[in-house]
């Protein structure tokens, strides 16, 4: 039994733009958001408040996230950004934001490269932020990254990725996003991996899925996550995306794929496909090179 409905939970501003080599103008990424927004996302996550010399695509956090709070009030303040420590809560307490989220990894090498952590150490860092962040009425959710393999180490054992999820969950977070950041999972994979959380006690209405198509695999994986029950899929307009700590990851499973497969399936959504397509085609004009979404292509001609 499939879910009747699911939650598209779109990416594309943070995860697609942070890897992207040109530096797309302040006021690109905000229309953007807000075509996002306009095509019937649910949740579209805006930028990351981390330390800008990591990320120079999203240094400009703070300018995007006042202007799109003088534009659209709550709507701007609900938004969810990326704080990896206690200076970017700040920063986004500083405007008033309501939705967080940190992120962990599950394997030494990237907590190392990524965070600058170890897979110990980066929890007291997350700690802190989470609970200022549950004292200050934010909903927190935690992503975990290299869940199905990571570029240095190999395969992930599947109790590594549970260790890794329960403390995040155990510290407050609402959700656990599953990052296959390099797109190596296959669909068994996914099911072994929602067993043993569901084995030790995390119901799958906690977990969303986070796929990178790398190997072409995200929706078999998707169809994969819905038999086993999650709702939560994360996915990228256009499939931009990638991370700039993992030089193997791709861009992200589109949001115009998702959408066309849920439809496809009978599974509510809430989304424009006609208007996320011509967002995508606008923001490729933007970047000087087409999307990768063979959904993007095949509508764009149309
Ligand atoms: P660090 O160098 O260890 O930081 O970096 P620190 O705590 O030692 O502080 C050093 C300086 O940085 C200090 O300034 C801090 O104030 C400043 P100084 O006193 O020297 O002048 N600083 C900051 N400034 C602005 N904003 C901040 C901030 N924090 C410290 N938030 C840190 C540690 C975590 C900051 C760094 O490693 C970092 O920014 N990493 C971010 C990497 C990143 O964004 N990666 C991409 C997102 S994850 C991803 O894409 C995967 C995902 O999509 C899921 C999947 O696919 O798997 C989510
Ligand atoms: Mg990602």
Partial sequence: DLPDRVTIYEVG????????EALVPTAVK??????????????????????????????DAAELMTGLVAELGDTARALPVLVPNQRGLDR????GLRHVAVFASATETFASKNLNRTLDTQFEMFEPTIQQALAAGLDVRGYVSMCFGDPWEGPVALEQVVAVGKRLLDLGCHQLSLGDT??????????????AFDAAGVDQARLALHFHDTYGQAL??????????VTT???????????????SATGNLATEDLVWFLTGLGIEHGVDLRAVVDTSVWMAGHLGRPSPSAVVRALAQS
């Fill in 182 to 195: 390099i797109g190596v999972a296959t669909a068994g994979h996914v099911k072994a991996l929602i067993a």
């Fill in 233 to 247: 899929f994360d996915a990228s307009a256009g499939g931009l995306g990638g991370c700039p700590y993992a030089h």
């Fill in 92 to 95: 986004a307490l500083e405007l």
């Fill in 30 to 59: 905000a229309e953007f958001v807000r075509r996002l927004l306009d095509a019937g996302l649910p949740v579209v996550e805006a930028t990351s408040f981390v330390h800008p010399k990591w990320v120079p695509q999203l240094a």
């Fill in 220 to 229: 078999t994986n998707v169809h994969a996550g819905l038999q086993a029950g």
């Fill in 13 to 20: 501003a943070r995860d697609g733009l942070q890897n992207e």
